[in-house]
């Protein structure tokens, strides 16, 4: 089932900080959500998760740090029972499995609290709580700040292996469009409260049409190294 | 675990000891002559000097100040509180007979104190900001800055004098009971509501919270497995204070309400210069608040372990 | 030029740092890469004297940290400032503080190379945008011609546009002024683009190091190559045909 929003906007203290905006995104999708910082890209995200969660729609949110999604005097075993009622699925060891072994945390101890977990860990606990509920659209929200690159960098990949194929879509929300261009295939760019530019990553990337895409192409990585 | 419970109860002998000490000392160094303090309280006339030599050496004052401490914590060590230097009689049991008599006032205060401050503080967080909160904090502000002396007498004027519905002196009754309590507990709602208060207000602005609702856990949810925890862990620090605030508030509305108990026991002891009482009722208070200082850092430990872990 | 002698730093009975030797000449760049815990921040505290040696030495030309005063440039640009002072008078603490005059000329000359704008100056730090307020930064770390600055994860408050342009200013102005840039960072893209060395630290001692390109190019160890590979996949460095 596509996703389908019409006329989000937002306004702080009077001024208008999301501009209204349509969003279309088909099952399966991967798409990036790239702007300056300022620009509106989170406000966009966290609107765009309400509203579709008002509508019924399942999606799920990994917000920037694992310390923003857990809670430190609970356990880990709590977390995950509190999202499976959450989600009004019955307690399922094999699914559990299932997907701590898919995210590599197979090995953690969940009646441990959050901080006994190494960060990446939890990240990805993060990830999983997201996907119990196999849901219709994924947003993850700068998932790669809060945590060193390697960690990083084998979180995103453990999560496209377990996304391939299925009809999870996924948005990245990301400063970064070295970050986003290898793993979306469709690109947003936002400024100042719009979305001003939307295009397959091929075609942003090689031909930015306006001044925040051209921007954000030009500094997309530190330096190109021949092969 | 095993090894931080050991290193709080290690403290905990350190205060204790450091407490008796403490005690025996002040009343050692005192001004005035002991001997004749005791004297005065036990014949409760003036004594020819040769009273008073006998006094001073039934007492073991004249033996010097460590011997006289070596004679008092020896006993002590075994259990044995010692007799009264005024009238001979073992202190355990009357100290056993004032307790009796606080330990009920000091219960129901904390008890009316959790009784108001809970609701209060939840009815004050309903809208922070709001008039409600206002008057729920002004009013706790108030309680905290009324000194129990005081609040006793204008409860005593109101309830005893004027409208004669409560007895004000002695402790017959139950009915007796509720005066002094309700003065104790009114304090101790003031400062919990303050602390429980902002305890709530802090948690709700944890950085997380959002994370869950948007996982679809209900409101109430969040508000009792994570607001409430957050909540619970800096009241749990207080109540060790709040302890400390109860049992100095005690020995003034006991003297105030006439109270047998604690209070009068230990001000009659300290003007009677009657060491082994005095050092009793410090003893037993210390241990009390040792105890549940080491419960309350056992279960602060519980609620947040990353304390444990820093510390060890 | 920076000594850094087989040091050693102790924390809770275990070592955080442990035989760490660096050198870094005058007008050159080290970049100190690793990940969160390997002690990055404590080799800072350890230069600038914070943090005591367990054993080695620390010296700029054969002189202790007391006396050349490196200054630092600190990650979260807001919380770097005192709140109430506005940035003028934050800027100038260094110079207060080491006695030495106000030389406006310098101090406009350096707000021109890290465009910052005059009256920015005059505002408090809540009042201006991170990236402003990490230019400020480094205004403030150069003010008092420091031969060494050090560099604490200069950029991994700012969005991605904002740190290539700062690195690029920080870059200018260290051909400028001369001084000697210690980075440490745990974007392996930004060391690579202007870093002249990289020395890799992992849970307390450097594994690997050498000069930039050669690390690039074939890291020698495992942790260097999974660094290395870890800013291909997340797009900080790109390989073209």
Same mark, same amino acid.
């Given at each position: 089932m596509t996703i389908m929003v019409r006329g989000l906007s937002a306004e702080r203290s009077g001024r208008t900080i999301l501009y209204p905006t349509d969003l279309d995104i088909k099952p399966g999708e991967r798409v990036g959500l790239v702007g300056a910082s300022g620009s509106g890209k989170s406000t966009l995200g966290h609107m765009l998760i309400d509203t579709l969660l008002a509508q019924g729609h399942s999606v799920a949110h990994v917000p920037q740090s694992p310390d923003e999604a !857990?809670?430190? !005097?609970?356990s880990m075993r709590f977390h995950w029972q509190e999202a499976e009622q959450a989600l009004r699925l019955p307690a399922d060891t094999d699914r559990r499995m299932a997907l701590f072994e898919a995210l590599r945390i197979e090995g953690g101890d969940l009646s441990k609290r959050p901080w006994g977990w190494s960060r990446g860990m939890q990240q990805r606990f993060v990830i999983a709580m997201a996907l119990l509920g196999t849901p219709d659209l994924l947003v993850m929200d700068e998932p790669t700040s809060a945590l060193d690159p390697v960690v990083a960098a084998q979180m995103m990949a453990l999560l496209d292996d377990y996304l391939a194929g299925g009809s999870t879509a996924l948005m990245l929300i990301t400063h970064d469009l070295g970050l986003a261009a290898r793993r979306v295939s469709r690109l947003m760019v936002m400024d100042a409260g719009r979305v001003v530019e939307d295009a397959p990553s091929e075609r942003l990337l090689t031909a930015p049409q306006t001044q925040a895409a051209q921007s954000l192409c030009a500094h997309r990585n530190w330096m190109k190294l021949p092969c | 675990m095993t090894r931080v419970v050991f290193g709080l109860f290690l403290r905990a002998c350190v205060v204790l000891t450091g407490a008796a000490m403490a005690t025996f000392a002040l009343l050692w160094h005192a001004p005035g002559d002991p001997a004749l303090a005791v004297a005065l309280a036990r014949y409760r006339t003036v004594v020819p000097d040769a009273v008073l030599d006998h006094v001073r050496a039934e007492a073991g004052f004249d033996a010097g100040y460590w011997p006289a401490f070596w004679d008092w914590l020896g006993p002590l060590l075994r259990g044995d509180f010692g007799q009264s230097a005024v009238t001979g009689r073992d202190v355990w049991p009357e100290l056993v007979t004032a307790m009796s008599y606080t330990a009920p006032v000091a219960l129901l205060a904390l008890g009316i104190g959790m009784a108001l401050s809970v609701p209060l503080a939840l009815l004050a967080t309903k809208r922070p900001g709001s008039w409600l909160d206002r008057f729920a904090v002004a009013i706790a502000s108030l309680g905290v800055a009324i000194p129990a002396f005081w609040l006793g007498l204008l409860l005593i004027l109101l309830f005893a004098v004027q409208l004669g519905w409560l007895p004000a002196m002695g402790a017959r009754t139950t009915a007796h009971m509720i005066l002094p309590a309700v003065t104790l507990g009114l304090g101790v709602a003031a400062s919990l509501t303050r602390i429980i208060r902002s305890g709530i207000l802090e948690a709700r602005g944890k950085p997380f919270l959002p994370a869950f609702l948007r996982r679809g856990v209900s409101a109430r949810g969040v508000q009792r497995h994570h607001i409430a925890p957050h909540a619970g862990v800096p009241v749990v620090t207080v109540f060790g204070l709040e302890l400390a605030f109860l049992l100095e508030g005690l020995v003034t509305v006991e003297v105030i309400f006439s109270r047998p108990g604690l209070g009068g026991f230990l001000v009659s002891a300290i003007s009677a210069r009657d060491f082994p009482k005095v050092q009793a009722v410090v003893l037993v208070t210390a241990l009390i608040f040792v105890t549940v200082n080491l419960l309350i850092d056992i279960i602060y430990r519980a609620l947040d372990p990353r304390i444990g872990e820093q510390n060890a | 030029m920076l000594t850094v002698e087989n040091v050693a730093v102790r924390r809770a009975n275990t070592l955080a740092l442990e035989g760490i030797t660096l050198s870094l000449a005058q007008g050159r760049t080290l970049a100190v890469v690793g990940e969160s815990g390997a002690g990055k921040s404590t080799l800072i505290g350890a230069i600038l004297g914070l943090v005591p040696c367990a054993a080695g030495e620390i010296a700029w030309a054969g002189e202790p940290v007391r006396t050349y005063r490196p200054s630092l440039v600190m990650q979260e640009p807001r919380r770097a400032f005192n709140p109430r002072l506005s940035l003028r008078r934050s800027v100038c603490e260094p110079l207060v503080a080491q006695g030495l005059p106000r030389d406006e000329a310098r101090l406009s000359r350096l707000c021109q190379g890290l465009e910052i704008q005059p009256d920015l100056l005059d505002r408090l730090p809540s009042q201006v945008s991170i990236g402003q307020a990490q230019r400020v930064g480094i205004l403030r770390a150069l003010i008092a011609s420091p031969p060494l600055v050090l560099f604490d994860e200069p950029l991994s408050a700012l969005d991605a546009v904002t740190q290539k342009h700062t690195a690029r200013l920080i870059a200018e102005l260290q051909s400028e002024e001369g001084f000697a840039a210690l980075i440490v960072t745990h974007d392996l893209g930004y060391a690579a683009a202007y870093a002249d060395e990289i020395a890799v630290l992992k849970a307390g001692k450097i594994v690997e190091g050498g000069p930039t390109a050669a690390f690039i190019d074939r890291p020698q160890t495992e942790y260097g190559k999974s660094l290395r590979n870890a800013a291909f996949a997340l797009g900080a460095l790109e390989q073209v045909a």
């Open positions: !857990l809670d430190p !005097l609970r | - | -």
